[in-house]
């Protein structure tokens, strides 16, 4: 059974950065691709950064130039380095892993089928 867990989040004021971790285990192979996604206050869950098994990166738009997704020491670890954080990238952040499949939505949530419990997010103005 593969477990996705996440770490690093917390709180910060606007304009400052974070970084969240996360580790998928409990499968002999690569994961196909591993992303972040998040969901704001009566918000629905977004797409935030994917990053392939190929290093391929996919970022959302409000998220582009400020959010960097990486692989670290294997391919079933990923962080995303968040700087000049907003007010509205308040949210709880989910980790997401795809074994076995692939699909051409990188930011769409059918495309993984492993998630962590995530991990809060909350920046201050």
């Known amino acids: 059974q593969v477990q996705v867990v996440e770490f690093g989040g917390g709180s910060v004021q606007s304009g400052g950065s974070l970084k969240l971790s996360c580790t998928a285990s409990?499968?002999?192979?690569?994961?196909?691709?591993m992303a972040w996604f998040r969901q704001g206050p009566g918000a629905e869950r977004e797409g935030v950064a994917h990053?392939?098994?190929?290093?391929?990166?996919v970022y959302g738009d409000s998220v582009k130039g400020r959010f960097t997704i990486a692989h670290g020491s294997n391919k079933n670890t990923v962080y995303l380095q968040m700087d000049s954080l907003k007010p509205e990238d308040t949210g709880m952040y989910y980790c997401?892993?795809?074994?076995?499949?692939?699909?051409?939505?990188?930011?769409?949530?059918?495309?993984?089928?492993?998630w962590g419990q995530g991990t809060q997010v909350t920046v201050s103005s």
């Open positions: 990053l392939d098994v190929t290093g391929a990166t």
């Open positions: 409990g499968y002999s192979h690569n994961a196909n691709a």
């Open positions: 997401a892993a795809a074994y076995g499949i692939a699909s051409p939505y990188p930011l769409e949530r059918h495309s993984y089928n492993y």
